[in-house]
């Protein structure tokens, strides 16, 4: 009963605020955006299979929100038939359903594999009691490694919340913020300004972070300038816009963290998410869905850059739930024609997809619960 008790007085404290933030899972798209009509392929790399180690010196979690399989294939025909992914060869999938619902929403979905427990939906970083369990980038940070965050969303988002907060609720949005400020987190990029600046308790979490010897940067065109010490990197009020908005954001914050945290001799641990391939699902948008799919794979291949060349480096690509009920029921390999429909405009109960590429890749086959994830991952960066 206490999460309930929890969940209410939040909501009666902050009103309306909060459902005006999650808009997107109300979304509706138009007829046409259930077709992407195609367009001009990008180039996909082959990289080599070969690493320096068996175990990973650094992890590069990558999260593509709402992702299925049938999201994976509409980017795949719409790049004309392969996208970076296609470089992971060791492929499974994980179970998402939560402690309290067959159905994940992304809280319970990310606070499982960060933290490698069975949560309820909207919990972030805590178990079903509301106990504060430790999340893998908590455990990594205690290890001396160097950590870090990237979401096209706001960082304060159920996905990044649930690798570095510990609250009853997804929508204590400025409660999540003040909880970056307990740990020693390198690098996080994302939106969600208003959240650290322009908040009820009056705090203004920017100049604390400044204080703490972070570099505070607002703009993409600073971010990505930043090559050493500690970085806090905020892009949008609240969320960041679709692709025609923020352009490379992802895949250039995702590579501006990269060199960051690589200059910890001890290693690294990353959680990369592309949200809203989610919110395309809730739209119903096969178009916003397959925009964002492309985006969050070019992302995939500047981790697989980075990884190739250092050889010890484990990327792994998987997703919290799938969202839409997407089924692919038309489509062109040759002009990169998708057509969607939905059953559903909310998440969906189906397996997920988990790619793996690098040392201890192997670890990742076959069918697993989704805090297998939080397990495997410990066992091999940080030992059990």
């Not at 955006?33 to 650094?58: D, M, R």
């Not at 892009?235 to 990269?258: K, Q, S, Y």
Request: hydrophobic share 40%; proline share 2%.
């Amino acid at each position: 009963m206490i999460k309930y008790f929890l969940i209410l007085i939040f909501l009666v404290s902050t009103g309306l605020k909060t459902f005006a933030q999650d808009a997107y899972m109300n979304a509706s798209a138009e007829e046409k955006e259930k077709i992407y009509l195609g367009g001009e392929a990008y180039k996909v790399k082959t990289y080599k299979q070969k690493f320096k180690s068996n175990k990973p010196k650094n992890i590069i979690l990558m999260i593509g929100d709402g992702m299925g399989v049938t999201q994976v294939f509409a980017g795949i025909t719409a790049n004309h038939g392969s996208l970076f992914l296609d470089n992971f060869k060791h492929i499974g999938f994980s179970k998402t359903q939560s402690a309290d619902d067959y159905i994940t929403d992304s809280a319970a979905g990310g606070t499982a594999i960060s933290c490698g427990v069975k949560t309820y939906n909207g919990a972030i970083g805590v178990n079903t009691d509301t106990v504060a369990v430790k999340t893998i980038l908590e455990e990594a940070e205690a290890k001396g490694l160097a950590t870090g965050l990237v979401s096209t969303s706001a960082i304060t988002h159920a996905t990044p919340a649930s690798f570095i907060a510990h609250q009853p609720n997804r929508g204590m949005y400025e409660a999540i913020a003040a909880d970056f400020l307990n740990t020693d987190i390198d690098v996080f990029i994302g939106g969600g300004i208003a959240h650290f600046s322009q908040r009820q308790d009056k705090r203004n979490l920017l100049k604390e972070l400044q204080a703490k010897g972070y570099q505070v940067e607002l703009e993409m065109s600073k971010i990505e300038k930043v090559k050493t010490g500690k970085l806090a990197g905020l892009t949008a009020g609240i969320h960041n816009g679709r692709v025609a908005e923020r352009g490379d954001m992802l895949p250039v914050a995702t590579t501006t963290a990269l060199n960051i945290l690589d200059n910890n001799d001890k290693g690294f641990f990353i959680m990369v998410e592309g949200s809203q391939i989610d919110w395309g699902g809730h739209a119903n948008s096969t178009n916003y869905i397959v925009e964002d799919m492309l985006d969050f794979d070019k992302t995939i291949g500047k981790a697989l850059e980075f990884a190739a060349k250092d050889g010890e480096t484990l990327i792994i690509v998987t997703a919290d739930h799938e969202t839409g009920g997407m089924s692919v029921i038309g489509g062109d390999m040759k002009t990169g024609m998708v057509k969607g429909e939905y059953t559903t405009k909310g998440h969906s109960a189906v397996m997920v997809p988990v790619f793996a590429y690098g040392p201890g890749a192997e670890e990742f086959t076959g069918i697993m619960e989704n805090t297998e994830l939080h397990n495997k991952m410990k066992a091999l960066l940080l030992g059990k």
